[in-house]
């Protein structure tokens, strides 16, 4: 990621979590789903197209804390640039995290 869009995501985190900017979505995640995605972020590498690295500590403590149902929804949701979605749905099982699959 380039320094400006690590930059802006951190911004948009800052923005979000002072309540300055406030995200409402009817879904499970409610208005965490954009703190859901800048969490995410260890595990881009992992997700990269054609990627074979496997998930960090902080990826899979990421997973883990975001649970099942958030994930799902990132990976349902509007593509997010740079991320394979079938890698990405393999997150969960090569970090133990054994959530049931998305429907």
Do not use: W, Y
């Not at 990621?1 to 979000?16: A, N, P, R």
């Not at 197209?49 to 804390?65: D, G, H, Q, V, Y």
């Amino acid at each position: 990621m380039k320094k400006s869009q690590v930059l802006t995501v951190i911004l948009l985190m800052v923005l979000v979590e002072s309540g300055l900017v406030k995200v409402t979505m009817a879904h499970p995640c409610g208005r965490t789903f954009l703190s859901a995605l800048i969490q995410l972020v260890p595990c881009r590498p992992s997700v990269a197209p054609f990627s074979t690295l496997s998930p960090n500590k902080l990826c899979c403590a990421a997973i883990r804390m975001l649970g099942q149902p958030c994930l799902c929804v990132l990976a349902k949701g509007p593509p997010i640039s740079g991320v394979d979605r079938a890698l990405a749905l393999q997150i969960p099982g090569k970090c133990s995290a054994n959530f049931p699959p998305c429907n």
